[in-house]
């Protein structure tokens, strides 16, 4: 499976934007897809994931109730849902596809990778 993130962009904070991570190459929906960041001269950071089913999510804990992952296994997509965006939301986004099993914050737990899309928040 390749992975093709897109949607991010020049906001302002407090904006709202929505990522889109689409797949294509092999069966999608039995793939637990999360989220990560990195933030110019910082390592990569979990973000948030969702099951194959989307019957269930995890959150890092900073970002619970500004970030939510949906996806639409039809058309083959995982959303990221921000809100609330700050300064320090300014990073590079990447979704990554696991195998279906317990979702993981880990980031060796996903074995697929797209290739980032770049988000910055100006105050």
């Known amino acids: 499976v390749q992975l093709q993130a897109s949607g991010g962009g020049l906001v302002q904070s407090g904006d709202s934007l929505r990522l889109s991570c689409v797949a294509s190459?092999?069966?999608?929906?039995?793939?637990?897809v999360g989220w990560f960041r990195q933030a110019p001269g910082k390592g990569r950071e979990f973000v948030g994931a969702i099951t194959w089913s989307g019957g269930s999510t995890g959150y890092a804990d900073s970002l619970k109730g500004r970030f939510a992952v949906q996806r639409d296994n039809d058309k083959n997509t995982v959303f990221l849902h921000m809100s609330g965006l700050k300064s320090e939301d300014t990073a590079v986004y990447y979704c990554?596809?696991?195998?279906?099993?317990?979702?993981?914050?880990?980031?060796?737990?996903?074995?697929?990778w797209g290739q980032g899309t770049l988000v910055t928040v100006s105050s």
């Open positions: 990554a596809a696991a195998p279906k099993e317990g979702l993981s914050h880990k980031d060796t737990a996903y074995t697929v």
């Open positions: 190459g092999r069966t999608f929906s039995n793939l637990n």
